[in-house]
């Protein structure tokens, strides 16, 4: 039994271009068995089923090479890491992930999570338990003294429940290495930023570069992809003098990174999404306003764009991804931001937008010679449209305009569910925002009245 798609335009991946007059025919197991013009498609027998999107603008399922599944949309390091234990985050994390799918998002990383969390939901997926995503999952990010995830007193130390693994020499780090890919992960990843910064105020990578290397050397020996949280000029220098296959971020790179990432064919994955919703969403009310960090965040996307934007023109593969997980980045909501992004401040065209979310993208995931693109011999993972973004990249944001999400052939009925942010993550206790001290206390009372106990 096969099934026909008649597509009003279709957009393959495999090009630039977007074609009308198209058809799609898979078999039983989801299989592309041609695409091209109607008039070329095998005739359609009598029981077998025809699909009509012949209004709509067809395209492989997106990718979003950024989502952090453990997370929960959290407020802060420790709703992340402490207040829910691991076998609740699976179950929320599979909830999310569903979410994307109905977003359109048909394959997603999850790069970096507290024990196997998503490890646990990319199986489940995989053994046909649920519906969702196909899932390229990591384990605990590595991370050394001072780099991100080690945000911890050092008299309280790393958690067990922490997103990342402590590692204090490199005999610990190659043997976390091992028994992440024993427990089946399919990319690792490594907190390459440091915390401490030069005079200048450049960011000190958290470990050497011959660490790194060796790392990535054992990461990739196990058939395993490297990836890594870089910031900073030196941590993005040592990563891709090393080749890792995946650079996160990279803001402040410089022509020294990019010829190195040229040479040794690392690709970025820049992530901005999260910067821009932190600049645009963060309100007065919010610690983040008050502590310097929307100013500095603004500075750094500015800086960020300029460095990319010539990182592209350079040719360094640019995957998307946004960091979804946060509560500025909450998951199915913002996912086609970053191709917005692409297109107004990296200089990217809606096709080039189009193919970084999908055929660029799906070349670091597990399921790689599968999705990415339409095409014979490929899963029939895509979606229908109602409207082009080739001539409006904003029109994914609009979950109205997604007629149909197709994956493995199979069409997508997932129920719209909304949750209580409060029984889900929003657990760490605030409760005053301030030190009252006489003299705080006497600056508000000239503002604003004080309320009295009583009343």
């Not at 090393?242 to 996160?248: C, K, N, Q, S, Y």
Request: with cysteine; hydrophobic share 40%; net charge negative.
């Amino acid at each position: 039994m096969k099934t026909h798609v008649r597509c009003g335009t279709l957009f393959s991946a495999g090009d630039q271009e977007a074609r009308s007059g198209q058809t799609l025919v898979y078999d039983a197991r989801g299989i592309l068995e041609f695409v091209g013009p109607t008039e070329q498609a095998p005739r359609a027998a009598p029981a077998e089923p025809v699909l009509d999107y012949s209004r709509q603008f067809v395209m492989p399922g997106l990718i979003d090479v950024h989502v952090h599944l453990a997370y929960g949309n959290a407020k802060s390091e420790e709703d992340i890491d402490l207040y829910s234990p691991l076998e609740f985050r699976a179950l929320r994390g599979l909830f999310f992930a569903q979410k994307l799918l109905a977003a359109g998002y048909t394959a997603l990383c999850s790069p970096g999570d507290a024990g196997q969390v998503s490890l646990s939901i990319r199986n489940a997926i995989r053994a046909g338990l649920f519906d969702g995503p196909r899932i390229t999952a990591a384990g605990p990010y590595i991370t050394a003294r001072q780099s991100l995830t080690d945000w911890y007193p050092s008299w309280i130390g790393a958690p067990s429940t922490s997103i990342g693994r402590l590692v204090t020499n490199r005999d610990e780090a190659i043997e976390e290495i091992r028994v992440q890919a024993k427990n089946g992960v399919d990319c690792v990843k490594i907190a390459l930023d440091g915390i401490q910064r030069r005079p200048d105020g450049s960011l000190i990578a958290a470990f050497t570069e011959d660490e790194t290397a060796a790392m990535v050397r054992e990461i990739q020996r196990l058939g395993r992809k490297a990836v890594v949280h870089a910031i900073g000029r030196e941590a993005v220098l040592y990563a891709a003098r090393a080749g890792v296959d995946l650079i996160f971020h990279a803001f402040d790179l410089d022509d020294e990174c990019i010829d190195a990432a040229l040479k040794g064919g690392s690709a970025i994955a820049p992530t901005l999404t999260f910067q821009r919703n932190i600049i645009e969403f963060t309100q007065p009310h919010d610690p983040a306003a008050n502590n310097g960090r929307v100013g500095h965040v603004q500075r750094q996307y500015e800086r960020a764009c300029r460095n990319l934007a010539k990182a592209h023109k350079a040719g360094v593969p640019m995957l998307a991804g946004t960091d979804s997980g946060f509560a500025v980045t909450p998951y199915g909501e913002w996912h086609a931001r970053e191709l917005e992004i692409f297109v107004n401040d990296l200089g990217f065209t809606p096709a080039e937008a189009l193919s970084a979310a999908t055929r660029v993208n799906a070349r670091f995931l597990a399921d790689a010679e599968r999705v990415g693109t339409l095409e014979p011999g490929r899963s029939a993972d895509f979606i229908a449209l109602d409207g082009s973004p080739l001539e409006a990249i904003s029109i994914l944001l609009d979950k109205s305009r997604i007629h149909a999400v197709h994956l493995g052939g199979k069409r997508m009925t997932l129920t719209e569910r909304g949750y209580d942010p409060r029984e889900v993550t929003d657990k760490a206790l605030v409760n005053w925002s301030d030190v009252y001290t006489q003299a705080r206390v006497a600056e508000l009372r000239r503002d604003t009245p004080l309320r009295r106990a009583a009343e």
